[in-house]
Structure formats: structure tokens, C-alpha cells
């Protein structure tokens, strides 16, 4: 793509971290793991919740009934992710032109990440078309667009929001190779997209900090961060990169978690966090007087 030339234990009070400074910290509601028997959901629901779902405490704490959205088998609660529409909601999501494509760029779990948006769309946004949400597989650090075609280059290249999620590498890495290759290919994206208002998002492994397969070796002291999400903190905290690539941590959903258990879920919850995103973007963009046409932002 660069031409070469009863509660899961969790904090009640935790809310996405800033790993430095940039606006996702402040752009979604608190939520924590909770048990369903605990919630008050509407009975239009048509899908059975799982054991836990993700919600604001205080909706379980005061009894409130909660509507939920359906997703892919599943189903995720606007409590707990989006503050309320009369505050800020999803922003201007519903503005997303023809030519803001969003484009998540990566491995398996991108993929995942794109289908668990996409089947929320038709409920919140069904005037947004699918083709506007594309994914781009990528499984090496080294050559990452090795099996596209010049078509998908090129297509790659119209991409103005760029998602990415490397939590399948097609091989295993040890912490100092991860830490040093995500850097190359943060540093390769931003010369892909060299317009400084075109936001590269990358989101924290989502597999279990318990018995982690990547990140081996770890260096220093070790915590009960996945040792992939220590090295993208640090990254973030030391690199003087673009202030428009940003960390997207969702830590707060995936480390109380074990192995698959409630994935499917956390997906659905990262998926309404990417709705939030985008619709700021597109509002920030939109206060500056630009709209997405066929050639870039004008």
C-alpha cells in the first residue's frame, strides 16, 4: 500500500484510558461486565441475552429497562458505550458521504470488527450502504499488502478512516519484534495517507492477556496487560507520531476476559465505539467545511 519509490470483576468506574493526547478518551459512556439476570431489558428483544452483557452500572444499579440493538447471534446495549443523543451520541455518523470510506486493515480480527459493525448498521444507520465499510486483509508485518491485486491497491488508497487490528499475525512475535514492526507499519500508513486529516485508529489486541500467544518474551516488569498492549502503550506515549494516529483501547472490555469467552460481545461493544469515532470525525470535518468527494476531502 506504500508504493515503494454478579459481575466479571471489573472497575465500575473504568472509562476508555488516553495513552496520549487525543479525543477518544471522552467520547464514550462507562460500562463494566454485568450479569444479565441483573438488567432490566426491554421484551421487544428478540434474541437471548449471554451470561454477562456490557452496560452503565448505574442502569443496573437504579433498575432502568434498556433497549437492545441486534447484532451478528448477539446483541449489545447502547448503555454503557454511547452517551446519550442529546449529549453527543454517535455525532454525525448519519452525515458519513459516499467517498469517507471506512476501512479496517488487518488480520482476522479486523475482519471480525468489520462484520460486527456491518450487522449493526441495518438497526442504527440503514441508509449508510455496506460498500462504505471495507476490509483489507493483512497478516504480515513485513509485507503487508503482498497478496492484493493493483485493484485493491487502489481501492485501498480511497480509504479515509483506516482501522487497524493485527491480532493474527502469520506468525508469532516476540514483544521488542512486535513493538518494532507496528512502529514500521504505523510509519508506513501515515505515508499512505500523508493528509493529516484522514485518521488512522489502531486498536489494542483483543485475545487474552492469560496465556497470550503473541508478544512473547516479554520485557521489563510484567502486569496483567496482554504484552501486545503494553508495547502499543508505549508507542503511543513515546512516539512523537501524528497526533491523527490514535490508540483505540479497549482494554477495559477484553482483559476481565478469558480466552473466547463473551468475544463476540466485546466485538458488538467496539463496534458502537467505532460508529462514535467515525461520526466525530465526520463532525470535525464538517466544522471545517470539508466533505469527502471522489479525489480526498474538499
Same mark, same amino acid.
Given at each position: 500500500?506504500?508504493?515503494?519509490?454478579?459481575?466479571?470483576?471489573?472497575?465500575?468506574?473504568?472509562?476508555?484510558?488516553?495513552?496520549?493526547?487525543?479525543?477518544?478518551?471522552? #467520547?464514550?459512556?462507562?460500562?463494566?461486565?454485568?450479569?444479565?439476570?441483573?438488567?432490566?431489558?426491554?421484551?421487544?428483544?428478540?434474541?437471548?441475552?449471554?451470561?454477562?452483557?456490557?452496560?452503565?452500572?448505574?442502569?443496573?444499579?437504579?433498575?432502568?429497562?434498556? =433497549?437492545?440493538?441486534?447484532?451478528?447471534?448477539?446483541?449489545?446495549?447502547?448503555?454503557?458505550?454511547?452517551?446519550?443523543?442529546?449529549?453527543?451520541?454517535?455525532?454525525?455518523?448519519?452525515?458519513?458521504?459516499?467517498?469517507?470510506?471506512?476501512?479496517?486493515?488487518?488480520?482476522?480480527?479486523? =475482519?471480525?470488527?468489520?462484520?460486527?459493525?456491518?450487522?449493526?448498521?441495518?438497526?442504527?444507520?440503514?441508509?449508510?450502504?455496506?460498500?462504505?465499510?471495507?476490509?483489507?486483509?493483512?497478516?504480515?508485518?513485513?509485507?503487508?499488502?503482498?497478496?492484493?491485486?493493483?485493484?485493491?491497491?487502489?481501492?485501498?488508497?480511497?480509504?479515509?478512516?483506516?482501522?487497524?487490528?493485527?491480532?493474527?499475525?502469520?506468525?508469532?512475535?516476540?514483544?521488542?519484534?512486535? =513493538?518494532? =514492526?507496528?512502529?514500521?507499519?504505523?510509519?508506513?500508513?501515515?505515508?499512505?495517507?500523508?493528509?493529516?486529516?484522514?485518521?488512522?485508529?489502531?486498536?489494542?489486541?483483543?485475545?487474552?492477556?492469560?496465556?497470550?500467544?503473541?508478544?512473547?518474551?516479554?520485557?521489563?516488569?510484567?502486569?496483567?496487560?496482554?504484552?501486545?498492549?503494553?508495547?502499543?502503550?508505549?508507542?503511543?506515549?513515546?512516539?512523537?507520531?501524528?497526533?491523527?494516529?490514535? #490508540?483505540?483501547?479497549?482494554?477495559?472490555?477484553?482483559?476481565?476476559?478469558?480466552?473466547?469467552?463473551?468475544?463476540?460481545?466485546? #466485538?458488538?461493544?467496539?463496534?458502537?465505539?467505532?460508529?462514535?469515532?467515525?461520526?466525530?470525525?465526520?463532525?470535525?470535518?464538517?466544522?471545517?467545511?470539508? #466533505?469527502?468527494?471522489?479525489?480526498?476531502?474538499?
Amino acid at each position: 500500500f506504500v508504493q515503494k519509490d454478579d459481575h466479571v470483576d471489573v472497575d465500575d468506574d473504568v472509562d476508555i484510558k488516553e495513552v496520549k493526547v487525543n479525543v477518544l478518551g471522552g #467520547l464514550f459512556a462507562k460500562g463494566g461486565w454485568f450479569s444479565s439476570s441483573k438488567i432490566q431489558i426491554d421484551a421487544s428483544s428478540t434474541q437471548q441475552p449471554s451470561d454477562y452483557v456490557w452496560i452503565d452500572p448505574t442502569s443496573v444499579r437504579d433498575g432502568k429497562q434498556v =433497549k437492545s440493538i441486534a447484532g451478528q447471534d448477539k446483541f449489545v446495549l447502547e448503555e454503557g458505550s454511547v452517551i446519550s443523543k442529546e449529549g453527543k451520541g454517535f455525532f454525525q455518523f448519519d452525515s458519513l458521504s459516499n467517498y469517507e470510506l471506512v476501512c479496517f486493515f488487518g488480520s482476522q480480527s479486523a =475482519k471480525d470488527l468489520q462484520a460486527s459493525l456491518l450487522s449493526l448498521r441495518g438497526t442504527l444507520f440503514p441508509h449508510q450502504r455496506p460498500f462504505k465499510f471495507h476490509y483489507y486483509e493483512v497478516n504480515n508485518f513485513d509485507d503487508p499488502d503482498e497478496s492484493w491485486d493493483q485493484e485493491t491497491k487502489e481501492r485501498f488508497r480511497k480509504c479515509k478512516h483506516v482501522l487497524v487490528s493485527m491480532d493474527e499475525p502469520d506468525k508469532a512475535l516476540s514483544q521488542t519484534e512486535y =513493538k518494532a =514492526k507496528m512502529t514500521t507499519l504505523i510509519k508506513h500508513l501515515t505515508v499512505a495517507f500523508d493528509d493529516e486529516t484522514f485518521p488512522i485508529i489502531v486498536f489494542t489486541t483483543m485475545e487474552s492477556p492469560v496465556n497470550p500467544k503473541n508478544c512473547y518474551k516479554p520485557v521489563g516488569k510484567r502486569t496483567s496487560e496482554h504484552p501486545c498492549n503494553t508495547v502499543l502503550k508505549e508507542i503511543f506515549s513515546d512516539s512523537p507520531s501524528s497526533s491523527r494516529v490514535r #490508540l483505540l483501547d479497549n482494554t477495559d472490555l477484553t482483559n476481565p476476559l478469558v480466552g473466547d469467552y463473551l468475544r463476540s460481545e466485546a #466485538l458488538l461493544v467496539i463496534a458502537l465505539r467505532v460508529y462514535i469515532i467515525v461520526g466525530y470525525q465526520v463532525q470535525e470535518w464538517r466544522a471545517n467545511g470539508q #466533505l469527502g468527494h471522489i479525489n480526498g476531502l474538499t
